[in-house]
């Protein structure tokens, strides 16, 4: 594992199980959140950013296919490995149709265990690397030199930018037409376990439409797709 511990969050009702699946992974380097409901699970996937969720199925409140599929319809892509007592294939095609990345059998073995984990994250954290935009970017007149953390804008100014604004930028036109998710720029740019609230993003992205559109009130490059995240246009 890399310098930055991964973040997972352990959905298990059954105590004694989450305490070892809890004190293992911590033992392997993970960042360990423990729910032992479906409601709380969910509550902490708003609140924050997580590398990897471990559901269990068989859940008070709401159970793990109901809580894997609430996940998918908030557009949150977080891997999801799902544990079931239950061992029929119907169960695991429910799982895996309700949107969880892989399915696990009680008992299981911990090393297979930690393998799929292992592997998960690091599929999730290949596909958030995107090398496309260079060291330097124009759109509009504008040009943007992320490693001097400079830009010059169409009116001619010279803008200084902090490094978070050169993150989130860079990120943007990295994804460039598509919108990129809340949960996307809180792990790109903040980091894991560090959440601002959607109004800090929202005065980064004020501050680039007034650095780089002739009409900060009628943006075309920098725009906020409500309650779905941010993007960067480039007609």
């Given at each position: 594992?890399?310098?930055?511990?991964?973040a997972?969050?352990?959905?298990?009702?059954?105590?004694?199980?989450?305490?070892?699946?809890?004190?293992?992974?911590?033992?392997?380097?993970?960042?360990?959140?423990?729910?032992?409901?479906?409601?709380?699970?969910?509550?902490?996937?708003?609140?924050?950013?997580?590398?990897?969720?471990?559901?269990?199925?068989?859940?008070?409140?709401?159970?793990?296919?109901?809580?894997?599929?609430?996940?998918?319809?908030?557009?949150?892509?977080?891997?999801?490995?799902?544990?079931?007592a239950?061992?029929?294939?119907?169960?695991?095609?429910?799982?895996?149709?309700?949107?969880?990345?892989?399915?696990?059998t009680?008992?299981?073995?911990?090393?297979?265990?930690?393998?799929?984990?292992?592997?998960?994250i690091?599929?999730?954290?290949?596909?958030?690397?995107?090398?496309?935009?260079?060291?330097?970017?124009?759109?509009?007149?504008?040009?943007?030199?992320?490693?001097?953390?400079?830009?010059?804008?169409?009116?001619?100014?010279?803008?200084?930018?902090?490094?978070?604004?050169?993150?989130?930028?860079?990120?943007?036109?990295?994804?460039?037409?598509?919108?990129?998710?809340?949960?996307?720029?809180?792990?790109?740019?903040?980091?894991?376990?560090?959440?601002?609230?959607?109004r800090?993003?929202?005065?980064?992205?004020?501050?680039?439409r007034k650095?780089?559109?002739?009409?900060?009130?009628?943006?075309?490059?920098?725009?906020?797709?409500?309650?779905?995240?941010?993007?960067?246009?480039?007609?």
């Open positions: 594992m890399g310098a930055t511990k991964a997972v969050l352990i959905v298990e009702d059954e105590e004694n199980l989450q305490e070892a699946l809890k004190l293992n992974l911590e033992l392997e380097g993970y960042d360990i959140t423990c729910a032992e409901d479906g409601a709380i699970a969910l509550k902490k996937v708003e609140e924050g950013y997580f590398d990897l969720i471990i559901l269990d199925v068989m859940l008070p409140e709401i159970d793990g296919f109901d809580v894997c599929e609430t996940i998918r319809l908030k557009n949150i892509d977080t891997p999801i490995l799902m544990l079931s239950r061992s029929g294939s119907a169960d695991r095609v429910t799982g895996l149709k309700r949107g969880a990345d892989d399915y696990l009680k008992p299981f073995n911990l090393e297979e265990l930690l393998l799929r984990i292992e592997k998960l690091d599929k999730n954290r290949k596909l958030q690397v995107n090398s496309s935009v260079g060291d330097e970017y124009s759109f509009g007149g504008n040009t943007i030199d992320f490693r001097a953390q400079t830009a010059s804008n169409s009116r001619g100014e010279e803008l200084s930018l902090s490094k978070k604004e050169i993150m989130l930028l860079k990120l943007l036109i990295e994804y460039k037409n598509e919108v990129v998710s809340r949960e996307k720029i809180l792990q790109a740019v903040w980091g894991y376990q560090v959440f601002p609230t959607t800090t993003i929202d005065n980064f992205i004020l501050s680039f650095y780089f559109e002739l009409d900060p009130r009628e943006p075309k490059y920098f725009h906020s797709v409500r309650g779905v995240g941010y993007k960067f246009s480039e007609e």
